[in-house]
Structures are given as structure tokens and as C-alpha cells.
């Protein structure tokens, strides 16, 4: 009789302790909202997102439990921004072309025409100071950045007519991003700012005669093919473009070290594993829109290659007399590290692809 009221005392005090010790776990926990750019599950950028969503919470062993927001479910996709900077969520997804508007010393720090290839730029930011210089940018809007992934070269996009001279571009109206915009509004086309669904329905209307998003991958999800079948490469605007995630500082900030280190872990570990999903996703995509679509690839002549190119030179040129001093440091930064391993690679990964591409039996 004793022992049967010891156990049912018993398993009344395991219960009572498992219902106090419930809450207390869950307060122990962090709780936080990341905001995005982009559709839920869009084919990379919206995938990449959840899986940092993901792994944050994992390498933090649960300790800090995101929740992600897609665009327009809690703020705009442009909006992620500001709404991390004034701490409306904690953290967000984006990449860094978006953010011009802030500062023209940001748009560096996602990509650059003629300029970084994906490993160069997470090169230039962790071996050539790029992210002390990335790090101070963000503190003026209360944001700690991490790039955590990278698209790879990106296409110079879908275009309704031929292009075979650099009149063939003027007037021309073109959706980009970031200083890929200031190039071609250089050269005389019409930029225009808009997101992927947005470019689908100006493309269908006629709003648009061309433009770009991504690369084959993200692009064939987003349907450009059936309004545009003139697909151009190289897209010299953007020779890969970073992938972002901005912390709130404050939020940041009050994390034990283990756990920033948890964060930053994260993003650090995705670079690769993303970068390396868009390039093998974009090469069948490409395949798919060829056989099956009825895409035509097509080259950019040389020369408006080369015009491009010099309209990019005048955009830098006109950062480097930025009235900003720390936009100018992010400029000279930028463009030593571009002109090292410019160099190197024509020796190494250059000389490795042309080899490659000569006519032999393999």
C-alpha cells in the first residue's frame, strides 16, 4: 500500500516538475524573424533562404529558432532592409544590389560590373578587407552583414529582338540591379528597378524589351522563356552576385559568443553549398530551355562588350570621387584586389578553361 501511494506521489512530482521545467526551456529560447526578398521556395534565392533559416537554428542546437517571412508576408521584399535596421524582424535574406539607394559603396559588396567572379568576392572579403570595410558600412544603419551564398555568373538576360551593335541597346527598356543599372544607363538604355514576377508581366505586357534576373535556374522557374527567347550571355553587369544576411545589431549583439559564432558559422557554410547548387542547377536548367523551349542562346558582340565595359570604368571613376570617404575606401579596396587576381588568373583559372574548351579527344 505504501509503495503503490510512493509511486503515484512520485509520478506526480515527475509530472509537476516536467510541466515548470516545459516553460522554462521554451523562455531559454530565441525567437526570430528573418525576412526575404523573395517568393517562398523560389528556385535559388528562396531555397538558399530557408536553408539558412534552417541551419541557423540547427548549429545553434535549437537555441535560437528562426522563422521565416517570405516578401509581402510580413514587409515587401524591398522593405527587409529597414525593417532589420529598425528591428521589426531580426534578421533578413537579400542581396546587396538592392541597397544603392542607401549608399552607392554598398552595391560593391554583392557585385560589380566586369568584376569578381564568386570566389574573388568572398577573396577580396575575407583575405583583402573587404568585410572590416562591409562591417562599417552596415553599423551606420545598425546591421551586421554576413554574405552567405552566391549565384555564380549571372546572364546578361532575355531579350525580345537580336542585339548586334550598341545602337541596337539604346532606349532600350531593360530591368537590372544595383551598379549593373548605372552601366547601362551609361550606354543609354531605360533601366528599370523591379522584382522576377514583376519582370514576367512588364515582358508579356510589353513595359519591357528585356532584361535580367538570375541565371537559367532561377530564370526558367520565373517562366522568361515563354514571353522572350533570345537568351544573352555574358552577363558582364554582374559576374556573380552575393547573397546577404543582414542581423540587427542590437539583437546580434545580445547573443552569447557561441551563439554569434552559431550565426556566423551559418552564413560562412552555406557560401560554397549554394554557390555550387546554382551552377550545377543552372547547367541543366540551360540544357532543358535549349531542347525544350526553343531558347536561343546568343553572345554579346565584342564591341558592345567593350562599350559596356568602358561605361563601367565611368562607374567607378565616379565612385571614386564619392563624397563619401568610406565609399571611397570600399572603391580603391575593391579595385586592388580586382586588379591582383585579375592578373593571376589569366595564368591559373583562365588558362585551366581555355585549355579546356580546345578541340581534343575527352
Not at 3 to 30: D, E, V, W
Not at 211 to 225: C, R, V
Not at 272 to 298: C, F, I, S
Request: hydrophobic share 40%; glycine share 10%.
Amino acid at each position: 500500500m505504501q509503495r503503490r501511494k510512493f509511486l503515484k506521489s512520485a509520478a506526480a512530482g515527475t509530472a509537476l516538475s516536467a510541466t515548470i521545467a516545459a516553460p522554462a526551456i521554451a523562455q531559454n529560447k530565441i525567437q526570430w524573424k528573418m525576412v526575404t526578398a523573395w517568393p517562398k521556395n523560389l528556385p535559388g534565392p528562396g531555397v538558399a533562404a530557408q536553408n539558412l533559416a534552417d541551419r541557423i537554428t540547427a548549429l545553434s542546437g535549437g537555441r535560437i529558432e528562426v522563422k521565416l517571412f517570405a516578401a509581402g508576408e510580413l514587409v515587401p521584399g524591398r522593405g527587409v532592409f529597414d525593417a532589420v535596421s529598425e528591428g521589426t524582424a531580426e534578421l533578413y535574406h537579400a542581396v546587396p544590389a538592392y541597397w544603392g539607394s542607401k549608399s552607392k559603396g554598398i552595391l560593391l559588396f554583392g557585385s560589380q560590373p566586369f568584376g569578381l567572379r564568386a570566389d574573388e568576392q568572398v577573396g577580396w572579403l575575407t583575405h583583402g578587407g573587404g568585410q572590416a570595410l562591409y562591417d562599417e558600412m552596415y553599423a551606420r544603419f545598425d546591421l551586421k552583414p554576413f554574405l552567405c551564398g552566391n549565384s555564380g555568373p549571372q546572364w546578361q538576360g532575355w531579350f525580345r529582338n537580336e542585339i548586334n551593335s550598341i545602337d541596337d541597346l539604346k532606349g532600350l527598356r531593360f530591368r537590372t540591379t544595383g551598379l549593373a543599372s548605372e552601366m547601362c544607363s551609361k550606354i543609354g538604355m531605360a533601366v528599370q528597378a523591379m522584382g522576377g514576377r514583376d519582370m514576367f508581366q512588364a515582358l508579356q505586357s510589353g513595359a519591357l524589351d528585356a532584361g535580367e534576373f538570375i541565371g537559367p535556374w532561377t530564370d526558367s522557374a520565373l517562366g522568361f522563356y515563354q514571353v522572350a527567347k533570345n537568351y544573352y550571355w555574358p552577363g558582364v553587369g554582374e559576374p556573380s552576385s552575393a547573397e546577404e544576411c543582414g542581423v540587427n545589431m542590437k539583437a546580434y549583439n545580445a547573443l552569447p559568443d557561441d551563439l554569434k559564432q552559431a550565426v556566423s558559422y551559418a552564413c560562412e557554410s552555406l557560401y560554397n553549398p549554394v554557390w555550387t547548387e546554382y551552377t550545377t542547377k543552372h547547367a541543366l536548367a540551360l540544357k532543358k530551355l535549349v531542347d525544350e523551349q526553343g531558347v536561343m542562346v546568343r553572345k554579346l558582340p565584342d564591341d558592345v562588350m567593350i562599350a559596356m565595359g568602358n561605361a563601367a570604368g565611368e562607374v567607378m571613376n565616379d565612385l571614386r570621387e564619392d563624397s563619401d570617404e568610406l565609399v571611397r575606401r570600399i572603391v580603391e579596396s575593391f579595385l586592388i584586389y580586382r586588379e591582383s587576381v585579375a592578373g593571376y588568373m589569366v595564368y591559373a583559372d583562365n588558362g585551366q578553361m581555355n585549355a579546356r574548351a580546345l578541340d581534343y579527344k575527352y
